[in-house]
């Protein structure tokens, strides 16, 4: 992980997170369901950017959603996605108890204030954006650069 313990140098690193990503056409779902066969569906399943994204991280899904739904943006679709999946989070894990969040809070070892911090690095960061891109940033986007950045791709 390599996360900075200081809120300074988080907040100065990830402006350029949010001054470095491009919108993109996808709505804000970051994360596939999966069908009974283990097959991806959903609006990106072929989209091959985050199929590779995903390849051999699964856990990355979930970080991803961790930073989405620190900004307002995690999807309904996504997040039951990862509720249903914390049977075999715990397991993977050895975690008895716990939420989908708290396994990722404590496998990431992230600080209790890391939340509030992402979502002030947003709401910050969203204005600046759109005046100097003449559009809207987009949260996923946002999402995997800050979780690439800060976590190397968890």
Sequence with gaps: MKLC??????QARNMLALAAFRPRALSSQCCNAIDGQ??????????DDLSDR??????LRFVDAYVLRAIGHLDEATDSYCAAMVPQLRKSFGEADGGWVEIVERQMKFPPQLQDQIRKIWEDGKAR?????????????FAMIFVDRNFGRA
């Design 38 to 47: 283990g097959k991806a569906v959903g609006h990106d399943a072929g989209d």
């Design 54 to 59: 995903y390849t051999d991280k699964p856990f």
């Design 5 to 10: 313990a200081e809120e300074g140098n988080l």
């Design 129 to 141: 954006f759109q005046e100097g891109n003449g559009e809207p940033p987009d949260p996923v986007q």
